[in-house]
């Protein structure tokens, strides 16, 4: 690698703020004792989205999805759709913004492209590497210090909402300022990469490769899930979520009803005691572990790294799995605005005139 120690650039740059807010302090102090009882990183497995690069934005990257896809494909999927109602709901026919959108979505449908531009837009597909820490105790739970919803009844549909997601509209730039611990952390997982045995050659030798074209590294907000406790390790059991009361949630919902459907052998008197221990979970103060008919549940902190280089992001990586291709997912928008146009038209007729006042 070069030595860039006058003049280094963006991708290497590690810029450190103190901040001496309240807040800030706990925060950091939170990170110290985390790091002390977590002392070491277990690497679950890559995660995709989509970003943009806009002239406004300089060098840095804002990403458009919450970068949790378990495949490329669904993040060029995903932004395919972004496109597709971009056009729709921000241009006319005729508006030449439309036509270069819809020529990037036809390039979506046929091809696995992981970059393209739209006017003086850049979009690319990023790939990110979930983390967790683990300790004596196993993997780590959330922290005092985690954005949470408390109050929120983690069993009550009706108020069941899109949580605010804090990793969507994240502005990607390596050289923007953080705190102390975070900037230590982003140091010492810069050599994060696949060691061990029972992963594929291929897939040790692009993660290896990775620390060179992509050496530098930032952290995206944490997440939450929860998982089981087996003979040797912990088995994360879901989707990742925005805020630990979120993943109590799911926990609740997997215990009082998508159990017993989902594992075999679960037997009418077993799945009563399961959703039993979730009505009392629900009714209880919040908790991070439960125990039932000798299964041990936690809900756990994952966290997520994004390898960044001289020109952004990390895109997909050769030996990265895609199961499936690209294809069609939304009709021809002209088709779409003829219909709705003479949808509108009968319900006016049906409607008639306005009355006369």
């Known amino acids: 690698m070069k030595d860039h120690r006058k003049n280094p650039p963006r991708h290497l740059t590690f810029r450190v703020i103190h901040r001496d807010d309240p807040v800030s302090e706990v925060t950091e102090q939170d990170t110290i004792r ?67 959108l819809l ?23 990023v790939r990110g590497d979930e983390f967790a820490r683990i300790g004596p105790d196993g993997l780590e739970g959330p922290r005092p210090t985690d954005p949470d919803d408390l109050g929120r009844d983690i069993g009550d549909r009706s108020r069941r909402r899109e949580a605010g997601c804090r990793t969507k509209g994240m502005l990607v730039d390596h050289a923007a300022p953080t705190g102390i611990m975070e900037s230590i952390q982003r140091m010492e997982l810069r050599s994060l990469h696949y060691s061990a045995d029972r992963i594929p050659a291929g897939v040790r030798a692009d993660s290896r490769r990775a620390l060179e074209t992509h050496p530098g590294v930032v952290l995206l907000p944490a997440t939450f899930t929860f998982a089981e406790r087996k003979r040797k ?31 075999q052998g679960v037997s009418d008197e077993d799945a009563e005691t399961y959703a039993r221990a979730a009505e009392e979970y629900r009714a209880g103060p919040p908790s991070d572990e439960l125990t039932v008919l000798g ?63």
Do not use: C
């Open 34 to 100: 985390s790091a002390e009882r977590y002392p070491h990183v277990v690497i679950r497995g890559p995660v995709f989205g989509f970003a943009e690069q806009r002239p406004e934005d300089g060098q840095a990257w804002r990403l458009l999805s919450d970068v949790s896809d378990g495949f490329p494909q669904h993040s060029r999927d995903g932004l395919n759709s972004h496109l597709w109602f971009g056009a729709k709901d921000g241009t006319r026919p005729g508006d030449p913004l439309r036509d270069q």
């Open 103 to 125: 020529a990037a979505v036809a390039r979506l449908e046929n091809e696995p492209v992981d970059e393209l531009w739209v006017g003086e837009t850049r979009y690319r597909i």
């Open 233 to 263: 390790s912990w088995e994360p059991m879901a989707a990742l979520q925005p805020t630990p009361q979120d993943a109590r949630s799911t926990l609740y919902n997997y215990l009082a009803e998508f159990l017993p459907k989902l594992e």
């Open 295 to 357: 299964r041990r549940f936690r809900v756990i902190r994952v966290e997520r790294l994004m390898r960044i280089g001289p020109d952004g992001p990390e895109p997909p990586r050769p030996t990265d799995e895609d199961p499936y291709g690209p294809m069609q997912l939304h009709p021809p928008l002209a088709e779409v605005e003829e219909r709705e146009a003479r949808v509108a038209r009968e319900r006016s007729q049906a409607e008639g005139p306005a009355p006369v006042e």
